[in-house]
């Protein structure tokens, strides 16, 4: 029961982190229009900055609580570590705040995705090892807490089980709550998804 606790409490500050971030995002929206509609005039960079935060925070940040929101809604069925619920959200949040210093103080400006080595040109040499270096935390952050979601499903129901192949041969037991098949394929498509990426990265 702590650890559905723990995780209910963490997807509500999730939720709220969202909300205040939205506040913030959905003010630099507000100004680009602004800009587009000839009211003010923003130099490039200082619109491309905007427009990166605005476009690239909001879907980070809103994927990142409806993901602690699975984390609360499985842990109705699963144990989950709570220390681990706590050292991937204090990653992912830091992650978030070196992006935040590296796109608004450093002008990171590379839109919605990471396009090198465009955004190279007007960054800031400081801002780029910040957004690398934050960029690894939130995948860290992400890729514990998805093995934790996999793990503590296996525990319960089994590997197999977990992901629904009893109910491809006709078993009807263990029955294995939606939410917690859905999360446990989608956790091994995001680990297999990071180390891709981490691998991809040592090797370039």
């Not at 992912?92 to 990171?108: D, E, Q």
């Not at 800031?124 to 860290?140: A, K, T, V, Y």
């Amino acid at each position: 029961m702590k650890e559905l606790n723990l995780e209910f409490k963490l997807s509500i500050i999730w939720a709220f982190f969202a909300l205040a971030i939205l506040v913030l995002t959905g003010s630099f929206g507000l100004i680009i229009r602004v800009n587009q509609a000839e009211l003010i005039s923003l130099n490039v960079d200082t619109l491309y900055t905007l427009l990166t935060y605005h476009g690239l925070v909001n879907v980070s940040l809103f994927f990142l609580a409806s993901y602690f929101l699975s984390r609360a809604l499985i842990a109705k069925y699963v144990t989950l570590n709570r220390r681990i619920s706590l050292i991937s959200s204090i990653i992912l949040i830091v992650g978030f705040i070196g992006i935040s210093i590296s796109i608004l103080g450093g002008k990171m400006a590379l839109g919605w995705y990471f396009l090198y080595p465009i955004i190279f040109y007007e960054s800031q040499e400081w801002s780029r090892i910040i957004w690398i270096f934050s960029m690894l935390l939130i995948g860290i952050g992400l890729l514990i807490s998805s093995i934790d979601n996999v793990r503590a499903s296996k525990a319960k129901y089994g590997f197999m089980n977990a992901l629904g192949w009893q109910y491809l041969s006709g078993m009807k037991e263990p029955e294995v709550p939606p939410v917690v098949l859905i999360n446990t394929v989608s956790s091994i498509v995001t680990i297999y998804a990071i180390l891709a990426c981490l691998l991809y990265t040592s090797d370039a």
